[in-house]
């Protein structure tokens, strides 16, 4: 391994399950509010993906199609497996209302960027919702820039995002860590060569994170 002061100089996070409370809770709260359950709510988004030939989810999230495109999808794929059609207007704002601000690794962000590292934040996100999740912690303050798959037209584990993200932030893969709840997304970045940690929680995460920048193995 490198020696302590290795080459990582800037640290990539994702957004939702990172930097907020885990977004299992938010999909919990749409079962208890709506009465859909996460099992139909997974079969519907397979059925709309067959009948759409890609995933809605996906395409809302590259800003292929907007929020209330994606929202007529779901509800179409719905009605046949709940015989009658819901109402899914307050989708974003249940899924909002559940997830919260996680202090520990804002606090660590803000310290890495104090400890002289640049950072990025790579989210993939849905550009309606920007009004929603940008006030849930202090962005500005902690990143220099904000990859958002609504606003770039790919999302995370597609390589064209993180070649992006390195185009923007002018250094090279090995000089990066990136951090993200989603393995795949984790296993996407490692395919580019960036460094990852894959978080599971505060207590495992932010050590891991605190020994890859410190260059231990
Ligand atoms: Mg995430």
Redesign the pocket.
């Known amino acids: 391994m490198t020696e302590r002061g290795n080459q990582i100089q800037a640290v990539i996070s994702?957004?939702?399950?990172?930097l907020?409370t885990p977004?299992i809770e938010s999909f919990m709260a749409f079962q208890d509010q709506t009465g859909i359950s996460s099992e139909t709510l997974g079969k519907a988004m397979q059925a709309a993906t067959e009948a759409n030939g890609d995933n809605p989810l996906f395409e809302m999230e590259r800003g292929e199609i907007t929020e209330v495109a994606f929202l007529e999808q779901l509800t179409d794929s719905l009605e046949p497996l709940l015989g009658h059609r819901p109402e899914m207007h307050r989708f974003k704002e249940i899924y909002f209302e559940a997830l919260d601000p996680n202090p520990p690794m804002i606090e660590l962000m803000r310290e890495l960027k104090a400890e002289g590292h640049r950072m990025a934040m790579l989210?993939?996100n849905v550009r309606e919702w920007e009004p929603l999740w940008r006030p849930m912690l202090p962005v500005d303050e902690i990143f220099e820039m904000v990859v958002d798959s609504g606003f770039v037209g790919c999302r995370k584990p597609e390589s064209q995002i993180y070649a992006l993200t390195l185009e923007k932030i002018g250094l090279p893969a090995e000089a990066c860590l990136f951090v993200?709840?989603?393995l795949i997304?984790c296993e996407g970045a490692q395919k580019a060569g960036i460094n990852a940690v894959h978080?599971k929680d505060n207590d495992q995460a932010i050590p891991e994170i605190r020994a890859a920048l410190a260059g231990l193995p």
């Open positions: 994702d957004f939702g399950g990172v907020t977004l989210t993939n993200d709840d989603v997304n978080f």
